[in-house]
């Protein structure tokens, strides 16, 4: 199935831990399956860094590494949902509490979509804080390497697009990581239990090699589209 496109109304959710490499694997499922990532960290950037009034009301809550508010994620969201024709897409950071999960079937029901299945990554919260504080991305396309894990393979060079700029997220330090985890096990969790009552939430072991754990993912995908 590699390269070719899914069905257009397939609606995938990842859910996950910060860190447990949610951006990672649904840009791997994405080219695997024919989706189109939607991943609201990136779309909340692109707003922050267009200054937009979106983005302006973003930004500190984002370097404080708290959850932006509710208002603010649906509605770039639904922009993004209504730009165009997506077919297949696969949401990446979003929904991340039960509020917008609800939120997300009103926007997929309104354009005649409902979510297809949900996986959720499950990672080791004390491996967590290394595999955040120590990733960086290309300026230039956005591919995401690693101090430990996945450096370019020439130094300073993406080995995506030959880019010599590389950025860190503000929040991406060992006091935002907590922040954030609190509010994860707080807001995110719950959200499993609400897509477990739906019949539609697939589980996964996201510990290992990114390949690995990409075939993990893949077979839970196939499943769910049997």
Same mark, same amino acid.
């Given at each position: 199935? %590699? ?33 189109? $990532? ?24 984002? $370097? ?82 690693? %101090? ?38 707080? $807001? ?39």
């Amino acid at each position: 199935m %590699d390269g070719s496109p899914a069905n257009p109304t397939v609606n995938l959710v990842l859910l996950g831990a910060p860190g447990a490499g949610k951006g990672t694997q649904a840009r791997l499922l994405a080219e695997r399956f024919g989706l189109t $990532q939607l991943s609201t960290g990136d779309l909340l950037r692109e707003a922050v860094n267009a200054g937009t009034p979106a983005g302006d009301a973003a930004a500190d809550i984002m $370097q404080r590494g708290e959850l932006v508010p509710d208002e603010i994620v649906t509605k770039i969201l639904a922009d993004r949902l209504d730009r165009g024709d997506l077919g297949g897409v696969i949401f990446d950071g979003y929904p991340r509490t039960v509020a917008q999960a609800h939120a997300l079937e009103g926007i997929l029901a309104g354009r005649g979509r409902a979510v297809t299945a949900t996986i959720s990554l499950d990672v080791h919260h004390e491996s967590i804080a290394e595999r955040i504080c120590g990733r960086f991305t290309c300026a230039g396309c956005g591919e995401g390497y690693h %101090d430990r894990f996945k450096l370019p393979q020439a130094e300073g060079v993406c080995d995506k697009c030959g880019g010599s700029d590389f950025g860190r997220r503000a929040d991406d330090t060992s006091e935002a990581v907590l922040t954030r985890l609190a509010a994860y096990a707080e $807001q995110t969790a719950p959200v499993e239990e609400f897509y477990e009552s739906r019949d539609v939430l697939h589980r996964a072991d996201a510990m290992g090699a990114i390949g690995a754990v990409s075939k993990r993912l893949s077979a839970c995908v196939e499943e769910a589209l049997a």
